[in-house]
């Protein structure tokens, strides 16, 4: 099945609406237009979901958070960006293994399980794709989920 990411995107947006205004987050999205994948529409939405999630938990009320889509070289790229706490360098691996947490005391009042970052590499693999993360503690934190277009009929 095609799958349009832009339409994906505004669903993971909505289902994150109530989270995201308890925690006073503005996530602005900019997606181009157009751009299609073959793949799973509930998995991808589910993944895009995670990340936006963890962007609004892991960051400061007041701030916002931004999602964007581009192509780039035959690649759907869809960035998550955060103006949070950020990830230590020494666990950027780790944070993608189910059930691990930074600092799980830090976390604890956000109740999660740790398995959101799992099903998202778990996605991005399974599209033929890959997960990639830039962050530095303090200042926050970009996610890019990348799967190729090349080879894929609509
Ligand atoms: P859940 O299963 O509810 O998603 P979780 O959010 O703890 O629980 P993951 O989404 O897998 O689990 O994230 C793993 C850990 O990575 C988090 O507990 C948090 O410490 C860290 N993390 C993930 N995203 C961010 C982010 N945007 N900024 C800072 N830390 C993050
Ligand atoms: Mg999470």
Redesign the pocket.
Known sequence: VSIDLAAAITDAVERNHLLAEQRNIKVVSAAEPGVKIRGDYEMLTTAIR?LI???I???NPGSQVGVGLREVEGIAEIAIT?S????PESEQER?FERF????PSR?RE?G???????IVKHTALNHGGEVRLF?KVGIG?T?TFRVPIENQES
């Open positions: 995670n999630e963890n962007a938990v892991y960051s955060d949070g706490i950020g990830i944070i691990y947490r930074v600092d976390s956000t999660g399980t740790g398995l959101g970052l799992s962050s934190s996610f």
